[in-house]
């Protein structure tokens, strides 16, 4: 399962796309800016940690190799 990666700051409604640097999230997926996380410095919501938003490229996955040479 991915993340649900919200695409605007919880506190401010800053925009945050799916490969924003600044996103900050929670271990619920809480999202915050990186102004706003730094203001809050935990998660309002549960209490947790805010950490960097892993970025999602918004190109298609490859489909994976096959495991069997030459197919």
Not at 4 to 22: F, I, Q
Not at 34 to 48: D, Q
Not at 58 to 68: D, G, K, Q, Y
Request: aromatic share 2%; with cysteine; proline share 14%.
């Amino acid at each position: 399962m991915g993340l649900a990666m919200k695409h605007e700051c919880e506190r401010c409604h800053k925009a945050l796309p799916a490969d924003a640097p600044d996103a900050r999230i929670c271990s619920y997926e809480c999202t915050f800016c990186a102004a706003c996380a730094s203001a809050l410095a935990r998660c309002p919501n549960c209490g947790g940690e805010l950490v960097a938003r892993p970025r999602r490229d918004h190109r298609p996955p490859s489909p994976p190799e096959s495991p069997v040479p030459g197919e």
